[in-house]
Protein backbone atom coordinates (compact mmCIF):
# COMPACT_ATOMS: atom_id res chain seq x y z
CA UNK A 1 0.00 0.00 0.00
CA UNK A 2 0.99 3.63 -0.89
CA UNK A 3 2.28 6.09 1.54
CA UNK A 4 -0.58 8.09 0.15
CA UNK A 5 -3.15 5.40 0.87
CA UNK A 6 -1.88 4.60 4.05
CA UNK A 7 -2.47 8.45 4.97
CA UNK A 8 -5.88 8.25 3.58
CA UNK A 9 -6.73 5.50 5.50
CA UNK A 10 -5.30 6.50 8.93
CA UNK A 11 -7.52 10.23 8.22
CA UNK A 12 -10.74 7.53 8.05
CA UNK A 13 -10.02 5.75 10.88
CA UNK A 14 -9.04 8.81 13.16
CA UNK A 15 -12.18 10.36 11.95
CA UNK A 16 -14.44 7.47 12.81
CA UNK A 17 -13.38 7.11 15.80
CA UNK A 18 -13.43 10.16 16.74
CA UNK A 19 -17.26 10.87 15.49
CA UNK A 20 -18.03 6.76 17.56
CA UNK A 21 -16.36 8.10 20.91
CA UNK A 22 -18.47 11.58 20.85
CA UNK A 23 -21.70 9.97 19.83
CA UNK A 24 -22.82 8.66 22.93
CA UNK A 25 -21.64 11.96 25.19
CA UNK A 26 -22.76 14.72 23.00
CA UNK A 27 -25.98 13.57 22.22
CA UNK A 28 -27.99 13.80 25.18
CA UNK A 29 -26.10 17.06 26.42
CA UNK A 30 -26.70 18.13 22.54
CA UNK A 31 -30.52 17.32 22.89
CA UNK A 32 -30.76 19.31 26.23
CA UNK A 33 -29.53 22.60 25.20
CA UNK A 34 -31.64 25.95 24.54
CA UNK A 35 -30.40 29.10 23.46
CA UNK A 36 -26.17 29.22 23.89
CA UNK A 37 -25.18 31.06 26.74
CA UNK A 38 -21.38 30.56 26.49
CA UNK A 39 -19.83 31.22 23.02
CA UNK A 40 -16.09 30.60 22.39
CA UNK A 41 -14.14 32.26 19.48
CA UNK A 42 -11.22 30.33 18.05
CA UNK A 43 -8.14 31.95 15.63
CA UNK A 44 -5.16 33.61 15.08
CA UNK A 45 -6.29 36.51 16.42
CA UNK A 46 -4.07 39.45 18.44
CA UNK A 47 -0.81 38.81 16.44
CA UNK A 48 -1.20 41.76 14.22
CA UNK A 49 -2.67 40.16 11.11
CA UNK A 50 -5.52 43.39 10.55
CA UNK A 51 -7.49 40.73 8.39
CA UNK A 52 -7.62 38.37 11.18
CA UNK A 53 -8.94 41.04 13.75
CA UNK A 54 -11.40 42.06 11.10
CA UNK A 55 -12.77 39.26 11.26
CA UNK A 56 -13.04 38.36 14.63
CA UNK A 57 -14.22 42.00 14.90
CA UNK A 58 -17.15 40.96 12.70
CA UNK A 59 -18.16 38.54 14.26
CA UNK A 60 -17.97 39.57 18.13
CA UNK A 61 -20.26 42.89 17.15
CA UNK A 62 -22.86 39.97 15.53
CA UNK A 63 -22.83 38.51 18.63
CA UNK A 64 -23.38 41.58 21.36
CA UNK A 65 -25.77 42.58 18.72
CA UNK A 66 -28.19 39.74 18.44
CA UNK A 67 -27.21 37.78 21.27
CA UNK A 68 -26.52 40.61 23.98
CA UNK A 69 -26.43 38.00 27.40
CA UNK A 70 -24.03 35.53 25.67
CA UNK A 71 -20.73 35.18 27.72
CA UNK A 72 -18.23 35.46 25.03
CA UNK A 73 -14.58 34.01 24.96
CA UNK A 74 -11.41 34.10 22.59
CA UNK A 75 -8.66 31.02 21.72
CA UNK A 76 -6.12 32.84 20.09
CA UNK A 77 -2.39 33.52 19.57
CA UNK A 78 -2.31 36.57 21.74
CA UNK A 79 -4.96 36.50 24.58
CA UNK A 80 -3.83 39.70 26.25
CA UNK A 81 -4.19 41.58 23.01
CA UNK A 82 -7.41 40.29 22.19
CA UNK A 83 -8.49 40.74 25.92
CA UNK A 84 -8.11 44.24 25.71
CA UNK A 85 -9.77 45.04 22.40
CA UNK A 86 -12.52 43.08 22.72
CA UNK A 87 -13.25 43.63 26.55
CA UNK A 88 -13.63 39.44 26.39
CA UNK A 89 -12.26 36.16 28.45
CA UNK A 90 -8.61 34.73 26.32
CA UNK A 91 -7.03 32.00 26.23
CA UNK A 92 -4.20 30.98 24.51
CA UNK A 93 -4.06 28.55 21.69
CA UNK A 94 -1.59 26.42 22.94
CA UNK A 95 0.14 25.57 26.08
CA UNK A 96 3.77 25.50 26.48
CA UNK A 97 5.35 22.20 27.98
CA UNK A 98 7.58 22.20 30.45
CA UNK A 99 11.07 23.99 29.14
CA UNK A 100 13.93 22.51 31.28
CA UNK A 101 14.38 20.69 34.59
CA UNK A 102 13.46 17.24 34.64
CA UNK A 103 9.80 17.75 33.94
CA UNK A 104 11.23 19.15 30.92
CA UNK A 105 14.05 16.68 29.87
CA UNK A 106 11.13 13.68 30.64
CA UNK A 107 9.00 15.62 28.58
CA UNK A 108 11.76 15.79 25.63
CA UNK A 109 11.98 11.91 26.65
CA UNK A 110 8.45 11.10 26.20
CA UNK A 111 8.28 12.62 22.93
CA UNK A 112 6.63 15.56 24.12
CA UNK A 113 3.65 13.11 24.76
CA UNK A 114 2.74 14.54 28.70
CA UNK A 115 2.98 18.19 27.14
CA UNK A 116 0.55 17.39 24.42
CA UNK A 117 -1.83 15.58 26.74
CA UNK A 118 -2.17 18.15 29.24
CA UNK A 119 -2.37 20.94 26.64
CA UNK A 120 -5.44 19.10 25.28
CA UNK A 121 -6.77 18.26 28.62
CA UNK A 122 -6.94 21.85 29.06
CA UNK A 123 -8.41 22.64 26.09
CA UNK A 124 -11.24 20.23 26.81
CA UNK A 125 -11.61 21.74 29.65
CA UNK A 126 -12.20 25.46 28.81
CA UNK A 127 -13.95 24.02 25.77
CA UNK A 128 -16.47 21.87 27.24
CA UNK A 129 -18.11 24.98 29.58
CA UNK A 130 -19.34 26.25 25.66
CA UNK A 131 -22.42 25.62 23.95
CA UNK A 132 -20.56 26.67 20.33
CA UNK A 133 -17.88 27.16 19.10
CA UNK A 134 -16.93 29.53 16.23
CA UNK A 135 -14.11 29.61 14.01
CA UNK A 136 -14.95 33.25 12.18
CA UNK A 137 -13.13 33.98 8.99
CA UNK A 138 -10.32 33.95 7.92
CA UNK A 139 -7.21 31.64 6.11
CA UNK A 140 -7.74 29.23 8.79
CA UNK A 141 -7.95 26.19 6.56
CA UNK A 142 -4.56 26.75 4.30
CA UNK A 143 -1.20 25.99 5.34
CA UNK A 144 0.44 29.67 4.30
CA UNK A 145 3.52 30.35 6.86
CA UNK A 146 2.70 27.37 8.86
CA UNK A 147 4.27 24.12 9.74
CA UNK A 148 2.28 20.97 10.51
CA UNK A 149 2.99 20.97 14.45
CA UNK A 150 1.71 24.86 14.08
CA UNK A 151 -2.25 25.77 13.35
CA UNK A 152 -2.87 22.56 11.53
CA UNK A 153 -2.08 20.48 14.40
CA UNK A 154 -3.63 23.31 16.94
CA UNK A 155 -7.31 23.56 14.89
CA UNK A 156 -7.77 19.28 15.06
CA UNK A 157 -6.39 19.62 18.85
CA UNK A 158 -9.49 22.29 19.66
CA UNK A 159 -11.92 20.53 17.35
CA UNK A 160 -11.37 17.77 18.73
CA UNK A 161 -11.66 18.45 22.55
CA UNK A 162 -15.16 20.46 21.39
CA UNK A 163 -16.50 17.15 19.83
CA UNK A 164 -15.86 14.98 22.94
CA UNK A 165 -17.20 17.60 25.00
CA UNK A 166 -20.34 18.05 23.09
CA UNK A 167 -20.18 21.33 21.86
CA UNK A 168 -21.22 22.53 18.81
CA UNK A 169 -18.55 23.74 16.53
CA UNK A 170 -18.82 25.85 13.32
CA UNK A 171 -16.87 27.14 10.36
CA UNK A 172 -18.15 30.62 9.65
CA UNK A 173 -17.67 32.08 5.89
CA UNK A 174 -13.54 30.83 5.96
CA UNK A 175 -10.95 30.43 3.59
CA UNK A 176 -9.68 27.05 2.43
CA UNK A 177 -6.30 26.08 0.09
CA UNK A 178 -4.22 25.43 -0.84
CA UNK A 179 -3.01 23.29 1.93
CA UNK A 180 0.30 22.43 0.30
CA UNK A 181 2.01 20.08 3.03
CA UNK A 182 0.54 16.88 3.06
CA UNK A 183 0.29 16.41 6.40
CA UNK A 184 -1.13 19.57 7.47
CA UNK A 185 -4.03 19.09 4.67
CA UNK A 186 -4.87 15.86 7.10
CA UNK A 187 -5.36 17.56 10.27
CA UNK A 188 -7.05 20.45 8.82
CA UNK A 189 -9.39 18.01 6.83
CA UNK A 190 -9.98 16.24 10.07
CA UNK A 191 -10.79 19.17 11.84
CA UNK A 192 -13.28 20.52 9.24
CA UNK A 193 -14.88 16.94 9.57
CA UNK A 194 -15.55 17.68 13.15
CA UNK A 195 -17.52 20.36 12.44
CA UNK A 196 -21.55 20.89 12.59
CA UNK A 197 -22.04 24.13 10.14
CA UNK A 198 -19.40 25.09 7.61
CA UNK A 199 -19.31 28.19 5.11
CA UNK A 200 -16.75 29.28 3.12
CA UNK A 201 -15.93 32.74 1.90
CA UNK A 202 -15.71 31.65 -2.00
CA UNK A 203 -16.27 29.09 -3.93
CA UNK A 204 -13.03 28.24 -4.54
CA UNK A 205 -12.77 27.65 -0.97
CA UNK A 206 -15.61 24.77 -1.28
CA UNK A 207 -14.22 23.58 -4.66
CA UNK A 208 -10.59 23.06 -2.67
CA UNK A 209 -12.47 20.88 0.06
CA UNK A 210 -14.38 19.04 -2.60
CA UNK A 211 -11.00 18.43 -4.19
CA UNK A 212 -9.20 16.70 -1.18
CA UNK A 213 -12.22 14.07 -1.04
CA UNK A 214 -13.64 16.27 1.32
CA UNK A 215 -17.84 16.05 1.16
CA UNK A 216 -18.80 19.91 1.16
CA UNK A 217 -22.07 19.36 -0.92
CA UNK A 218 -24.00 20.32 2.14
CA UNK A 219 -21.83 23.68 3.02
CA UNK A 220 -22.62 27.35 1.94
CA UNK A 221 -20.61 29.76 0.38
CA UNK A 222 -21.31 33.55 1.76
CA UNK A 223 -18.67 36.46 1.56
CA UNK A 224 -15.77 37.37 4.09
CA UNK A 225 -16.41 38.44 7.64
CA UNK A 226 -15.22 41.85 6.39
CA UNK A 227 -18.26 42.99 4.36
CA UNK A 228 -20.00 42.89 7.19
CA UNK A 229 -18.59 45.87 8.55
CA UNK A 230 -19.03 49.75 8.61
CA UNK A 231 -16.98 51.61 5.85
CA UNK A 232 -16.19 55.32 6.60
CA UNK A 233 -17.49 57.88 3.85
CA UNK A 234 -14.89 58.68 1.08
CA UNK A 235 -13.54 61.37 0.28
CA UNK A 236 -13.35 64.47 -2.73
CA UNK A 237 -11.05 64.62 -4.63
CA UNK A 238 -9.38 67.79 -3.77
CA UNK A 239 -7.53 68.53 -7.57
CA UNK A 240 -9.56 66.10 -10.32
CA UNK A 241 -6.27 65.76 -12.09
CA UNK A 242 -4.44 64.68 -9.46
CA UNK A 243 -5.15 60.73 -8.79
CA UNK A 244 -4.24 59.60 -5.23
CA UNK A 245 -3.02 55.90 -5.86
CA UNK A 246 -2.70 53.55 -2.76
CA UNK A 247 -0.38 51.12 -2.62
CA UNK A 248 -0.52 47.90 -0.26
CA UNK A 249 2.42 46.30 0.13
CA UNK A 250 3.50 43.15 2.57
CA UNK A 251 5.69 41.72 4.05
CA UNK A 252 5.76 38.51 1.80
CA UNK A 253 8.98 36.17 1.30
CA UNK A 254 6.78 33.05 -0.31
CA UNK A 255 4.02 30.57 0.78
CA UNK A 256 6.55 29.37 3.49
CA UNK A 257 8.27 32.55 4.58
CA UNK A 258 10.80 30.41 6.81
CA UNK A 259 11.83 28.12 3.89
CA UNK A 260 15.30 29.06 1.72
CA UNK A 261 14.98 31.69 -1.25
CA UNK A 262 12.19 33.91 0.67
CA UNK A 263 14.41 37.76 1.18
CA UNK A 264 15.13 37.49 -3.10
CA UNK A 265 11.37 36.68 -3.43
CA UNK A 266 10.83 40.06 -1.02
CA UNK A 267 13.35 42.08 -2.56
CA UNK A 268 12.20 41.32 -5.94
CA UNK A 269 9.00 42.09 -5.28
CA UNK A 270 10.38 45.73 -3.43
CA UNK A 271 12.29 46.43 -6.47
CA UNK A 272 9.22 45.75 -9.01
CA UNK A 273 6.65 47.95 -7.09
CA UNK A 274 9.84 50.89 -6.42
CA UNK A 275 9.88 51.00 -10.43
CA UNK A 276 5.72 51.74 -10.64
CA UNK A 277 5.66 53.47 -7.64
CA UNK A 278 7.87 55.38 -9.86
CA UNK A 279 6.15 55.96 -12.90
CA UNK A 280 3.30 57.11 -10.52
CA UNK A 281 4.82 59.95 -9.53
CA UNK A 282 6.59 60.80 -12.63
CA UNK A 283 2.57 61.20 -14.06
CA UNK A 284 2.23 63.36 -11.33
CA UNK A 285 -0.11 61.34 -9.24
CA UNK A 286 -0.07 61.01 -5.43
CA UNK A 287 1.25 57.82 -3.62
CA UNK A 288 0.04 56.61 -0.11
CA UNK A 289 1.30 53.60 0.93
CA UNK A 290 -0.80 50.78 2.69
CA UNK A 291 -0.64 47.91 4.51
CA UNK A 292 -2.50 45.14 6.73
CA UNK A 293 0.00 43.60 9.41
CA UNK A 294 1.63 44.40 12.02
CA UNK A 295 5.17 43.32 10.01
CA UNK A 296 4.40 44.97 6.73
CA UNK A 297 6.52 48.16 8.42
CA UNK A 298 9.61 45.97 6.77
CA UNK A 299 8.19 45.95 3.10
CA UNK A 300 6.85 50.09 4.33
CA UNK A 301 10.50 50.98 4.48
CA UNK A 302 12.44 48.92 1.68
CA UNK A 303 10.04 50.31 -0.39
CA UNK A 304 10.68 54.05 0.42
CA UNK A 305 14.45 53.26 0.48
CA UNK A 306 13.90 51.44 -3.05
CA UNK A 307 12.23 54.36 -4.89
CA UNK A 308 14.35 57.51 -2.91
CA UNK A 309 17.18 55.30 -4.93
CA UNK A 310 15.12 55.89 -8.40
CA UNK A 311 13.60 59.37 -7.45
CA UNK A 312 15.25 61.37 -4.59
CA UNK A 313 13.17 63.41 -2.39
CA UNK A 314 10.20 61.57 -3.59
CA UNK A 315 6.95 61.84 -0.81
CA UNK A 316 5.20 58.78 -0.07
CA UNK A 317 2.39 59.13 2.43
CA UNK A 318 1.67 56.74 5.36
CA UNK A 319 -0.35 56.56 8.62
CA UNK A 320 -0.07 53.76 11.43
CA UNK A 321 -3.49 51.75 11.00
CA UNK A 322 -4.53 49.44 13.78
CA UNK A 323 -8.02 47.90 12.65
CA UNK A 324 -9.14 46.99 9.37
CA UNK A 325 -11.68 50.33 9.87
CA UNK A 326 -8.33 52.25 10.06
CA UNK A 327 -7.33 50.73 6.58
CA UNK A 328 -10.54 51.47 4.80
CA UNK A 329 -10.32 55.15 6.35
CA UNK A 330 -6.90 55.27 4.29
CA UNK A 331 -8.56 53.63 1.29
CA UNK A 332 -11.11 56.73 1.16
CA UNK A 333 -7.96 59.24 0.69
CA UNK A 334 -7.44 57.31 -2.44
CA UNK A 335 -8.97 57.07 -5.43
CA UNK A 336 -7.09 54.02 -7.08
CA UNK A 337 -5.92 50.94 -5.55
CA UNK A 338 -2.93 48.30 -6.12
CA UNK A 339 -2.24 45.78 -3.60
CA UNK A 340 -1.20 42.15 -2.39
CA UNK A 341 -3.24 41.24 1.11
CA UNK A 342 -6.45 40.12 0.52
CA UNK A 343 -8.25 42.03 3.17
CA UNK A 344 -6.59 45.39 1.61
CA UNK A 345 -8.39 44.25 -1.47
CA UNK A 346 -11.75 43.96 0.66
CA UNK A 347 -10.76 47.12 1.78
CA UNK A 348 -10.23 49.18 -1.43
CA UNK A 349 -13.67 47.43 -2.67
CA UNK A 350 -15.26 48.24 0.46
CA UNK A 351 -14.70 51.56 -0.45
CA UNK A 352 -15.65 51.12 -4.01
CA UNK A 353 -12.45 52.01 -5.28
CA UNK A 354 -11.14 50.42 -8.77
CA UNK A 355 -8.73 48.02 -7.21
CA UNK A 356 -5.65 45.74 -9.04
CA UNK A 357 -4.04 42.64 -7.40
CA UNK A 358 -0.54 41.82 -7.13
CA UNK A 359 -1.88 38.38 -4.61
CA UNK A 360 0.10 35.61 -3.55
CA UNK A 361 -3.02 32.98 -3.25
CA UNK A 362 -6.20 32.48 -5.67
CA UNK A 363 -8.59 33.59 -3.21
CA UNK A 364 -7.57 37.55 -4.56
CA UNK A 365 -7.82 36.21 -8.22
CA UNK A 366 -11.25 35.05 -7.05
CA UNK A 367 -12.74 38.29 -5.35
CA UNK A 368 -11.77 40.73 -7.97
CA UNK A 369 -13.42 38.02 -10.13
CA UNK A 370 -16.63 38.89 -8.23
CA UNK A 371 -16.81 42.06 -8.68
CA UNK A 372 -15.53 42.17 -12.20
CA UNK A 373 -11.68 43.19 -12.11
CA UNK A 374 -10.65 39.29 -13.07
CA UNK A 375 -8.77 40.88 -15.87
CA UNK A 376 -6.82 43.28 -12.83
CA UNK A 377 -4.73 40.68 -11.28
CA UNK A 378 -1.05 39.62 -11.48
CA UNK A 379 1.15 36.95 -9.14
CA UNK A 380 3.17 38.72 -6.29
CA UNK A 381 6.18 36.61 -7.49
CA UNK A 382 5.80 36.73 -11.30
CA UNK A 383 4.41 40.44 -12.07
CA UNK A 384 5.66 42.62 -14.46
CA UNK A 385 6.09 46.14 -14.27
CA UNK A 386 5.06 46.88 -17.67
CA UNK A 387 1.91 45.15 -17.53
CA UNK A 388 1.05 46.30 -14.19
CA UNK A 389 1.05 50.26 -15.62
CA UNK A 390 -0.69 49.11 -18.52
CA UNK A 391 -3.27 47.18 -15.99
CA UNK A 392 -3.52 50.69 -14.69
CA UNK A 393 -3.88 53.16 -17.10
CA UNK A 394 -7.01 51.17 -18.26
CA UNK A 395 -8.39 50.81 -14.89
CA UNK A 396 -7.86 54.57 -14.80
CA UNK A 397 -9.72 55.16 -17.89
CA UNK A 398 -12.65 53.37 -16.73
CA UNK A 399 -12.68 54.33 -12.96
CA UNK A 400 -16.34 55.09 -13.29
CA UNK A 401 -17.52 52.54 -14.99
CA UNK A 402 -15.91 50.03 -12.23
CA UNK A 403 -16.77 52.33 -9.42
CA UNK A 404 -20.43 51.68 -10.30
CA UNK A 405 -19.95 47.67 -11.05
CA UNK A 406 -18.48 47.32 -7.52
CA UNK A 407 -20.86 49.62 -5.73
CA UNK A 408 -23.82 46.63 -7.20
CA UNK A 409 -21.75 43.86 -6.26
CA UNK A 410 -21.31 45.00 -2.86
CA UNK A 411 -25.25 45.50 -2.22
CA UNK A 412 -25.27 41.88 -3.43
CA UNK A 413 -22.55 40.64 -0.80
CA UNK A 414 -24.32 43.01 1.93
CA UNK A 415 -27.23 40.86 1.50
CA UNK A 416 -25.72 37.77 1.58
CA UNK A 417 -23.89 38.57 4.60
CA UNK A 418 -27.48 39.43 5.68
CA UNK A 419 -28.64 35.60 5.42
CA UNK A 420 -25.42 34.19 7.04
CA UNK A 421 -26.57 35.48 9.84
CA UNK A 422 -29.90 34.81 9.63
CA UNK A 423 -28.65 31.24 8.90
CA UNK A 424 -26.52 31.19 12.35
CA UNK A 425 -29.07 32.71 14.57
CA UNK A 426 -31.57 29.63 13.36
CA UNK A 427 -28.92 26.74 13.01
CA UNK A 428 -25.89 27.47 15.30
CA UNK A 429 -26.47 29.59 17.71
CA UNK A 430 -30.01 29.49 18.53
Known sequence: MTARNDADRFESLAIADAAGSVSHISGDRAAMRRTPQKIALFGLFGSGNLGNEGSLEAMVEF???ERPDAELSCICREPEVVQKTFAIET???????????LAGRLNRLCLRIPAKLADFARAFGHVRKADVMIIPGTGILDDFGERPAGMPYDILKWCLAARLAGTRIAFVSIGAGPIRNRLSRLLMISAARLAHYRSYRDLQSKEFMEKVGF?????????DLAFGLPAPAPLPRTVPSVLRVGVGVMAYRGWYGFADGGQPIFCRYIGKLAEFVAHVLDSGHEVRLLTGDDDDSIA???LRAAVRKLRPGAMLAHAQVNSLGDVMAQMALTDIVIATRFHNIVCALKMCRPTISLGYARKNDVLMERMGLGE????????????????????????????????????????????????LLSSVIG
Not at 91 to 101: C, E, M, T, V
Not at 378 to 401: G, M, P, W
Open 63 to 65: LRR
Open 376 to 423: YCQHIETFNVETLVAQFSRLRADTEKHEQGISVRLAEFRANVTRQDAC
Open 91 to 101: LPIRRNGPAGG
Open 300 to 302: IDA
Open 215 to 223: DASNDAVYP
